[in-house]
């Protein structure tokens, strides 16, 4: 490694969670003594469209083009993504350097500040926010009288939104709340055992250009194998199943010894038909793990459900 210390330009999102992850990569590139990082904002497509549903305006590279094109223009050496936004196939010339290990992959309740809540002890008709067709699925299927609307934006406005009235409780990650030091106003933690998390849910990624060897070298201290073993199985399973990161598919792999556990669920955002499956396999082969849970899937009607999504978002 040359001894020169130079400044790498770390591409981030202008979100205050989107630049507390990337400052978190940029402390710990940092302390491998490789140089400074400068912190570079980029916006893109779904930063700007926040007046839309993710389901209408979804679609390949919403929050990661601009960042890419960036990357492979060389005006940034690194970018850091929320891995559950990554498309599951990279543009040309663009790999995944880093998984670090991650943070908390469940979902959480988010109610009035000082409001003790749960999803059963919401009042009837309760009004719940979640951009996410897979949250509306699993809420739905918890109590069909929940009124699932749709919310968009940083998340501090979303929970500006519920403290000022306007939903009595929102639906986020937990790993976006934990990181920004909220975890207080979390209200209930979500049971992964039903709830399943969206694929890479928790996990965060630095995308880094193929060809720049020196770097991504730099990275490997960040890769932390039992999280990439599980969301590489979590992400074949969204590729195999053609599905992208907008319609209502989750999967959650749980490292155990050498092995890993994958459970996966594809689901109606009307709550009434969803299906689920797992298995095992080794931690060394996500890749056909993430494969055998999809093939279950289809077995059990996925396909169906999906297609049916697809005509619906078409139309």
């Known amino acids: 490694m040359s001894s020169e210390r130079r400044t790498l330009r770390l591409g981030t999102r202008g979100s205050l969670l989107a630049r507390t992850q990337s400052e978190w990569v940029a402390d710990r590139i940092r302390a491998e003594g490789v140089g400074d990082v400068e912190l570079v904002t980029i916006r893109t497509k779904g930063d700007v469209l926040l007046d839309q549903p993710l389901s209408e305006i ?25 891995l559950k936004d990554l498309p599951t196939e990279f543009p040309e010339g663009l790999a995944l350097g880093a998984v670090p290990e991650r943070e908390d992959p469940r979902d959480v309740l988010i109610g009035p500040n000082d409001s003790p809540i749960s999803l059963e002890t919401l009042p009837q008709g309760a009004r719940v926010g979640t951009s996410s067709l897979r949250r509306m699925a699993l809420a739905r299927a918890t109590r069909q009288d929940l009124v699932i609307d749709d919310i968009r934006g940083n998340l501090d406005t979303r929970i500006a939104k519920v403290d000022a009235g306007d939903f009595d409780a929102i639906v986020l990650a937990a790993a976006g709340v934990r990181r920004l030091g909220w975890s207080e106003r979390i209200s209930e933690e979500l049971d992964p055992g039903s ?16 060809e720049d060897v020196e770097k991504r070298s ?45 459970r996966g669920l594809v689901a109606h955002p009307d709550g009434r038909r969803m299906v689920r499956a797992e298995a095992t396999g080794a931690q060394d082969a996500p890749e056909a793990l993430g494969r055998k849970v999809a093939r279950l899937l289809r077995e059990r009607g996925a396909d169906l459900i999906l297609s049916d999504l697809v005509d619906a978002l078409a139309e």
């Open 58 to 82: 979804g679609g390949k590279g919403l929050f990661t083009k601009e960042l890419d094109r960036a990357l492979l223009d060389g005006a940034i050496d690194l970018a850091v993504h929320s």
């Open 195 to 210: 709830w399943l998390p969206a694929p890479g849910q928790g996990a965060l990624a630095v995308v880094v250009r193929t």
């Open 218 to 262: 730099w990275l490997r201290g960040l890769d932390d194998p039992p999280s990439r073993a599980a969301t590489t199985a979590e992400r074949t399973l969204l590729r195999e199943l053609e599905a992208g990161c907008r319609l209502p598919v989750a999967a959650l792999g749980l490292p155990f010894g050498g092995g890993l556990r994958l």
